[in-house]
């Protein structure tokens, strides 16, 4: 499986930007896909995941209510629409794939290769 993730990109605060993950071979119903991000001096961070197969969702506290997961199963691609940008989102931004419900980045086995997204003040 890979993971391929786009659409990063400079915004003012307030904007939106809409990021695509992707993947490339089969995904099975049981799989979690996920967004982390991470910040320049700072480690990796959980911001959202989506089952494949249900329209269960889970945010990190800091982007609750502003960002949205979501799937298109037959285009094989993991979407996280980012409303309501602030300066304190920036970082690259990337998707993985796993097979637990979980927010750790080590439950996760593959990794895009990340998109940049900054927010301009």
């Known amino acids: 499986v890979q993971l391929q993730a786009y659409g990063g990109g400079l915004v003012q605060a307030g904007g939106s930007l809409r990021l695509s993950c992707a993947a490339s071979g089969r995904i099975f119903s049981s799989a979690v896909m996920a967004w982390f991000r991470q910040a320049p001096g700072k480690e990796r961070e959980f911001v959202a995941l989506?089952?494949?197969?249900?329209?269960?969702?889970l945010y990190a506290g800091s982007v609750q209510g502003r960002f949205t997961i979501s799937r298109d199963k037959a285009e094989n691609t993991v979407y996280l629409q980012m409303n309501s940008l602030k300066p304190d989102d920036t970082g690259v931004y990337y998707c993985?794939?796993?097979?637990?419900?979980?927010?750790?980045?080590?439950?996760?086995?593959?990794w895009g290769q990340g998109t940049q997204v900054t927010v301009s003040s």
């Open positions: 993985a794939r796993g097979s637990q419900w979980a927010t750790q980045r080590d439950e996760y086995v593959y």
């Open positions: 989506t089952r494949w197969s249900r329209d269960s969702t």
